[in-house]
């Protein structure tokens, strides 16, 4: 379960107003701003908004990658900021960043990550098998990631972030960039993980991907949460008949949620 | 639907990051970039290979300039203008297993394009002036600032000196007075370069080789376990796991200094075996290369060799990407390698600090060992305490960076 309560991020970032200005102004830009939400097990939770409005710092927040601000995260109980080892442990992150290692098989970058996860070597080449079976990489295996097409890398480091067997899941557009084929298995993968009684957090920017899947849907724009609850009650809130126009008329803007 | 978790009171313990250290999952990050740092075949493979051929063809070099030199020493064929006015002087040249060139046409131009190194020309009053005791004239016609040529007219100018001062005393010696009233101060040259140290000169290079190796082997190694990482956007990835930061920063400092290491004993065994092969007495330089020799540079160049990586480390991750890193680190490359050449060329003693300032150190202490000096525990000490520190500072320094907020996602 992921409980998430007013949870606050800015970043400074340096400007330069022209190219011979000699000393760069800093400014304020609130990426997170108290937002608050829960995802429970066996559930898919989907963070829907625009470019920009925040949905990876969340993300990165939740996977200790960046300290808050303010506000407080637990991942089943554990604070994200005070706890990291436990927080790190129970979760499987697909961060923003998908790199993989280049000169090393697929193989090798699943079973990488699963001994940094603490498995002995024989445990993790088991479970690298196992997640290749599952995902179909059978034939890529033991080639170098380098030749590997987006929709394979993106299977590689899906596995990557499963190969511990987290209860926690964190999806940061995870099908960005895929073509519909790929796009479909991703969806089958999200529904199986949910059937294992997982909690998966997702985002994404394109409202179709959120309702095809998501039990519950977080929409945050600015920043800030504009919504949240089930599919239906979002429909009850807005009087709309679809979740399109739902989405629309929550956002303000028709801006960057259509695929 | 929101939930609102119960804020609990400021109590945030900032996790023990001592505590959290493994052995095991340093030892995986080790194994892991060691492997993808071996598998790179473009710039680490080849770089591992420049190093470990570049010894051998600088003994080829040297010894081919060396012999080269020492042939055209050898055979070497004097060219006189009137000779027929000195039969004294050529005989002694040819007594010297010299050759004469008698009356050489257009000499002043040949040696002025360097067909010729040098010429000799006899005044064609030298026979009468020297019987009357009048000063007799021999010109050496050279051109001192050709390198090649130099040697050779050295060679003839010192025969003929010879033979002025052997003349010059007999004639002295027949009119009664000693030799010694013209020469009431004698001036000796006492040249303190043994054999061993002549032959050390040459292969001061060696040093600063040896140096160059340890510093090479790692730099292609160090960008890509930190620059790299970013660029492939590997990182953050890495940090969402139970992997410190410590961890990744010794793992990644070990598989570079294992690299870093194969170059520097690749090289040096590479020196060893080719000064084998290569007749060294031939040269006139009784000069070895053995075991003592070897223990000496691998005790001085391991923990060089251990530092180094740590410094780069920390540098590379400072780049956002390869390309930034890597102008960073081939400034602050050459600026070492130009440490050693100041000493190189430096004229008065080394100040005594010289053997705490690293790369210097190391350079002073390599030459000691070439030259069979005895090194003083001190100086043991300086190769031993100042890498350690430095080292330490770099990686603590690079374990801070690793954990920094923005070196996340290439921002
Ligand atoms: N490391 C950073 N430094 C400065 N600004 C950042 C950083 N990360 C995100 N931002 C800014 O924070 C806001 C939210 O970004 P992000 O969380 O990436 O949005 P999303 O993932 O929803 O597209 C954006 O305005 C972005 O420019
Ligand atoms: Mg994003």
Redesign the pocket.
């Known amino acids: 379960m992921i409980e998430v309560c007013d949870l606050c991020k800015a970043?400074?970032?340096r400007e330069r107003r022209s190219t011979f200005a000699l000393r760069a102004s800093t400014r304020n830009?609130?990426?997170?701003d108290r937002v608050s939400f829960t995802a429970h097990d066996g559930e898919v939770t989907g963070l829907l908004?625009?470019?920009?409005?925040?949905?990876?710092?969340?993300?990165?927040m939740l996977s200790t990658l960046l300290t808050p601000d303010a506000g407080q995260a637990r991942i089943d109980g554990a604070d994200v900021a005070s706890e990291q080892p436990r927080v790190r442990r129970s979760l499987g992150v697909l961060g923003?960043a998908k790199g993989l290692y280049w000169r090393l098989s697929a193989r090798e970058n699943i079973a990488y990550f699963g001994r940094l996860h603490g498995l002995a070597a024989p445990q993790a080449a088991r479970r690298a098998d196992q997640l290749i079976d599952e995902l179909g990489l059978a034939a890529l295996a033991e080639r170098p990631t380098q030749g590997f097409s987006q929709g394979e890398r993106m299977k590689v480091a899906i596995a990557r972030a499963l190969v511990h067997n987290p209860q926690t899941v964190l999806l940061?557009?995870p099908t960005n960039g895929l073509d519909i084929m790929a796009t479909r298995s991703m969806r089958e993968l999200i529904r199986g993980l949910r059937a294992a009684g997982k909690c998966v957090l997702f985002?994404s920017?394109i409202m179709q991907e959120v309702a095809a899947l998501c039990d519950r849907i977080v929409i945050?724009d600015r920043?800030r949460v504009v919504f949240n609850g089930t599919p239906s009650e979002i429909l009850a809130a807005s009087g709309k008949r679809s979740l399109e126009d739902a989405f629309v008329q929550l956002i303000g803007s028709e801006e960057g949620l259509f695929a | 639907m929101t939930t609102v978790v119960e804020p609990t009171v400021a109590t945030i313990h900032p996790t023990p990051k001592a505590a959290d250290f493994s052995w095991a999952r340093w030892l995986v990050v080790t194994q892991k970039e060691f492997t993808d740092l071996l598998r790179d075949r473009k710039s680490i493979f080849w770089a591992l290979f420049a190093v470990a051929i570049s010894g051998p063809l600088m003994v080829g070099l040297m010894y081919w300039l060396t012999t080269a030199v020492m042939d055209r020493v050898d055979k070497l064929t004097v060219p006189i203008v009137n000779a027929q006015f000195a039969p004294d002087l050529v005989r002694t040249i040819e007594r010297q297993g010299m050759k004469i060139d008698a009356d050489p046409p257009d000499y002043e131009s040949r040696v002025k394009s360097g067909e010729l190194d040098f010429a000799l020309v006899v005044d064609t009053d030298f026979t009468e002036s020297l019987a009357a005791g009048r000063p007799a004239r021999i010109t050496l016609i050279t051109e001192r600032s050709r390198d090649r040529s130099a040697p050779l007219a050295g060679r003839v100018s010192s025969v003929l000196n010879a033979w002025a001062n052997q003349m010059g005393r007999e004639r002295l010696i027949l009119r009664g007075v000693s030799p010694v009233l013209a020469h009431p101060v004698q001036v000796e040259e006492l040249d303190l370069a043994t054999p061993e140290q002549r032959g050390s000169r040459l292969l001061q290079f060696m040093s600063f080789y040896a140096l160059f190796a340890g510093l090479m082997g790692a730099i292609a190694a160090a960008l890509d376990v930190t620059a790299g990482e970013r660029e492939r956007q590997t990182l953050e990835p890495l940090l969402t796991t139970p992997v410190t930061t410590l961890e990744l920063t010794l793992g990644k400092w070990l598989a570079v200094t294992g690299i870093n290491l194969i170059a520097v004993t690749t090289s040096l065994l590479g020196f060893v075996l080719s000064l084998h092969l290569v007749p060294l007495d031939r040269l006139g330089l009784p000069f070895t290369f053995g075991l003592a020799e070897y223990a000496g540079f691998m005790a001085v160049l391991t923990p060089f060799a251990c530092m180094v990586p740590a410094v780069l480390l920390a540098f590379g991750a400072a780049g956002k990407t390869a390309k930034e890193a890597q102008s960073s680190l081939q400034m602050g490359v050459s600026l070492i390698g130009l440490l050693p050449l100041m000493s190189m060329v430096r004229q008065t003693r080394a100040p005594w600090w010289d053997a705490w300032v690293p790369v210097n150190g190391q350079y002073a202490v390599l030459n000691k060992v070439l030259r069979a000096e005895t090194i003083a525990t001190h100086e043991w000490a300086a190769m031993l305490a100042i890498p350690a520190l430095i080292g330490v500072v770099a990686l603590y320094a690079l374990s801070r960076r690793l954990g920094d907020?923005?070196m996340?996602?290439g921002?």
């Open positions: 970043f400074t970032v830009v609130v990426a997170v908004g625009p470019n920009g409005a925040g949905k990876t710092t969340t993300l990165r923003d940061d557009e985002s920017h945050i920043g | 907020e923005r996340l996602a921002r």
